[in-house]
C-alpha cells in the first residue's frame, strides 16, 4: 500500500548510519502496523455495512484509533531525519491534536464529553456502497451506550463512490475547535501514500548518486527468536 517492494526502504543500504538505519527501518514498519489496522478496518466496516448480524464495534474503533496513533508516530519518527520546512510530512500535521485528545481523554470526561452527551471513545461514520445491487448508503457507528446528543451525518466529499467502504471519518468531542473534532481517516491514508511516495523517489535518488548497494535484511529484521523449555529451565 505504501512503499513498493524495490524501494530501498526494504533493503536499506549499509552505506547509512546505524541511526539512519534505525530510523527508516522504523518508518517502514510503523507504516506496515497502519496498513495492516486499515485493511481491519476496511473488513470490518464492510461486515457491518453488508451484514446484518455483524456488530464487534470494540474491534471497529481499535483499529480506527491504532491508525491516529501510528500516523502520528510515523511523523514524529520522520521528523528525526531533520526534514525541510516544505517537506510533505509536514501535511499530517493535523494529526498531532486529534490524537493528544484521544490520549488525555479521561481530562475531558466532566468538562465535555458528559455535557454534551458525546460517547467517550468517539463515533465513526462512512459511506459504503454495494456493488451488486448499486446501492449507497451512510453508516455511523458510535461506541458505548448513546445517551442523547446528536450525530449528523455529512454528505462525503464525493458523493458517487465506487469503493465498497469511503470517507471514513473518526469523531471525538474534546476538542475546543469544532472543526478538529474529527479527522478523515480516508485522507489520512490518502496523504501518507503521498507522502511516502514522494520519500520513496528521494531515498532511491540518494541511493543511486551515492553509488550505494542495497542489503539484504531478511535474517536481521522483524525476528522471532524461541526458546525450548528446557534451555530456560537449564538457566534458572
Known sequence: MFFPKDSPIWNVPRNFNNRSIKILDSLRFTLQMIEHCYLCLIHELKDL???ENTRNYPKVFHYAWSIIDYAQRFSNIY??????????????NYVYNFRCAFQHLDKNIDNRIIPNEKPIYGALRWAAFNKFEGKRLYCLAISGIMLGGKHPISDPRNEN????????????EPMKRE???EINISK???DLKDI??????????E??????????WIHKRDILIKFPEKAWKKKK
Open 161 to 172: 463512490f465506487t469503493n465498497d467502504i469511503n470517507e471514513i471519518i473518526l469523531e471525538l
Open 179 to 181: 472543526e478538529e473534532n
Open 196 to 205: 511516502t511516495k514522494i520519500f520513496d523517489n528521494h531515498l532511491k535518488k
Open 49 to 51: 455495512s453488508f451484514q
Open 188 to 190: 489520512l491514508i490518502d
Open 79 to 92: 521528523k528525526n531525519l531533520n526534514p525541510p520546512e516544505d517537506s510533505p510530512i509536514f501535511r499530517i
Open 207 to 216: 541511493v543511486t548518486s551515492k553509488g550505494y548497494v542495497l542489503s539484504d
